[in-house]
């Protein structure tokens, strides 16, 4: 990298490479430490920092939980802001479980609405975006939660013909 930052002349001094093999992999562990800080800010990548981000929104520290249950729990505080819009449950369940699609279908003459949540695996942080939505919704509205996990399988029909009678057998592929 440093080698780059100079003209080629300057680089094929002696000098210079012995210059640039010395401070090159200081200058790579500065890099490997900003960007480290740099996922810092973001909630979704943060590890040593998210002891500052539970404090930020007055959530209680709890080790207990793995790095992705904690980040999906101060997720959920900051996406929950009132009003509760179909939009801003959508964006909350699918922020806090990190889902392929979330759709909310209202049931008005039952007071409730259900939340169907498309995934490709079982989610860890399930019981968190129900305690989210629980909270985020307004009072007097039942949920249920239907969790889709989406599987990549294709069908296959195979067509024979034995002693005059023909046959069909279907198989499943998962892919």
Same mark, same amino acid.
């Given at each position: 990298?440093?080698?780059?930052?100079?003209?080629?002349?300057?680089?094929?001094?002696?000098?210079?490479?012995? @210059?640039?093999?010395?401070?090159?992999?200081?200058?790579?562990?500065?890099?490997?430490?900003? %960007?480290?800080?740099?996922?810092?800010f973001y909630i979704k990548t943060?590890?040593?920092?998210?002891?500052?981000? *539970?404090?930020?929104? /007055?959530?209680?520290?709890?080790?207990? @939980?793995?790095?992705?249950?904690?980040?999906?729990?101060?997720? =959920?505080?900051?996406? %929950?802001?009132?009003?509760?819009?179909?939009?801003?449950? *959508? !964006?909350?369940v699918m922020q806090v479980m990190? =889902? !392929?699609?979330?759709? &909310?279908?209202?049931?008005?003459?039952?007071?409730?609405?259900?939340?169907?949540?498309?995934?490709?695996?079982?989610? *860890?942080?399930? =019981? &968190?975006?129900? *305690?989210?939505?629980? @909270?985020?919704?307004?009072?007097?509205? %039942?949920?249920?939660?239907? !969790?889709?996990? &989406?599987?990549?399988?294709? %069908?296959?029909?195979?067509? /024979? &013909?034995?002693?005059?009678?023909?046959?069909?057998?279907? /198989?499943?592929?998962?892919?």
């Open positions: 990298m440093l080698k780059k930052s100079v003209p080629p002349f300057v680089a094929q001094m002696m000098e210079m490479a012995q @210059l640039f093999t010395a401070e090159q992999p200081e200058l790579d562990k500065m890099e490997a430490d900003l %960007s480290e800080l740099l996922r810092q943060a590890t040593y920092s998210l002891d500052r981000w *539970e404090d930020e929104f /007055g959530l209680e520290r709890n080790t207990e @939980l793995t790095l992705m249950q904690r980040r999906a729990r101060v997720l =959920a505080k900051l996406n %929950s802001n009132p009003p509760a819009t179909v939009r801003m449950l *959508e !964006n909350l990190t =889902a !392929n699609a979330v759709t &909310i279908v209202e049931h008005p003459a039952e007071y409730s609405f259900t939340v169907y949540v498309n995934t490709d695996y079982l989610v *860890e942080t399930f =019981a &968190i975006a129900d *305690e989210a939505v629980r @909270l985020a919704r307004p009072a007097h509205l %039942s949920y249920k939660f239907v !969790n889709r996990l &989406i599987r990549k399988a294709t %069908s296959r029909v195979y067509y /024979g &013909i034995a002693g005059g009678y023909i046959g069909i057998v279907r /198989g499943m592929v998962e892919e």
